[in-house]
């Protein structure tokens, strides 16, 4: 049974940085790509960041590009997403992902955590 579990939410300035953490369990970690999503109240849930299993290749959505950076430990099993110059707008509950494939993109996310709240305020 996969099991992830993030943690490092919280509240912060604007300017300031967070770091998510991402515990997986329950399979070879290494063999998929991870992702971090996030859902701010009454929006619908939306792509942060991805990377692959190697940790080679990462992707990000255009609005976190040069603030956030996702990168992983295959040893401790767990993904992280460096979260800087955090906006307002970054406010929602992240989520991390675990794809059914190793690549960056084109897989399915099938596992998910139980979220972890992240408050930017001004």
């Known amino acids: 049974q996969v099991q992830l579990v993030e943690s490092g939410g919280g509240l912060v300035q604007t300017g300031g940085s967070l770091k998510l953490s991402c515990a997986a369990s329950?399979?070879?970690?290494?063999?998929?790509?991870m992702g971090w999503f996030r859902q701010a109240p009454g929006q619908e849930r939306e792509f942060v960041a991805a990377?692959?299993?190697?940790?080679?290749?990462?992707y990000y959505m255009d609005s976190v590009k040069g603030r956030f950076t996702v990168f992983r430990d295959n040893v401790k099993n767990t993904v992280y997403l460096q979260m800087n110059n955090l906006k307002v707008e970054d406010t929602a509950v992240y989520y991390c992902?675990?794809?059914?494939?190793?690549?960056?993109?084109?897989?399915?996310?099938?596992?998910w955590g139980q979220g972890t709240q992240v408050t930017v305020s001004s």
């Open positions: 329950g399979r070879t970690f290494s063999n998929y790509a």
């Open positions: 990377i692959s299993g190697s940790g080679e290749r990462t």
């Open positions: 992902a675990q794809s059914d494939i190793r690549a960056v993109v084109g897989g399915r996310y099938d596992y």
